[in-house]
Structure formats: C-alpha cells, structure tokens
Nanobody
Framework: VQLQASGGGLVQAGGSLRVSCAVS????????MGWFRQAPGKEREFVAV????????YYADSVKGRFTISGDNAKNTVYLQMNSLKPDDTAVYYC???????????????WGQGTLVTVSS
C-alpha cells in the first residue's frame, strides 16, 4: 500500500488546517491509520489514530479536543483536521498504516512522505 500526504502549509496561531493522506494499492479500512509528527530536533511523536474499519479514534493528549482524524471511503483518504493551532504544532506530519493497533511509530509498516505544517505566532 502507498500513502501520499498533502495539505501542509503556513497558518497563524489559532487557525485551522486539514492535511490529507491518500491511500493507494489497498483500502485504508484494512489498516489502523495513524498520524505522527516530527518537529526539528525532536523525536517523532504520535498524534492520532483511526482504527481499522473506522470504529474508533484516539489522540495524543496534546491535540485532544483540537484535532480530528477521519476517513473518506469513497476517496480512500484519511484526514487530520487541525483547529486552534499553536506554534508548538509546527512539524512535519506523517501518515502511516499498521495492521496492529498502536501509538508507537515503530509498529507502523507503511509511511507517507510527510507534509510540513508551520504555525506562526
């Protein structure tokens, strides 16, 4: 399966942005679909996951209540809607797919190339 992330950009603090993860070579509903991010000089961290078949969503405490992960079956695409953005949200955002549910990035087998989100203060 191949993942293509897009939608990053520059946004002011308090603003919103939606990043997308287009899935090809298979349906995203077969996988646990995660979003991770990596800021300069920091380790990659978990942001959110949409479980297989879209049954449940889980979020890192740092984004809970501000970010929403969802999937569009018709477009075979997973989204991360980001609201009330903060400068600390600045990072490269990666989508990933795993057959096993986890918030650990090492569990994920398939990765998109990343899309940069920059939040200005």
């Amino acid at each position: 399966v191949q993942l293509q992330a897009s939608g990053g950009g520059l946004v002011q603090a308090g603003g919103s942005l939606r990043v997308s993860c287009a899935v090809s070579g298979g349906t995203f509903k077969r996988y646990h679909m995660g979003w991770f991010r990596q800021a300069p000089g920091k380790e990659r961290e978990f942001v959110a996951v949409l479980t297989r078949n879209g049954d449940n969503t889980y979020y890192a405490d740092s984004v809970k209540g501000r970010f929403t992960i969802s999937g569009d079956n018709a477009k075979n695409t997973v989204y991360l809607q980001m609201n009330s953005l903060k400068p600390d949200d600045t990072a490269v955002y990666y989508c990933a797919a795993a057959l096993k549910f986890s918030s650990e990035w090492s569990t994920y087998t398939y990765w998109g190339q990343g899309t940069l989100v920059t939040v200005s203060s």
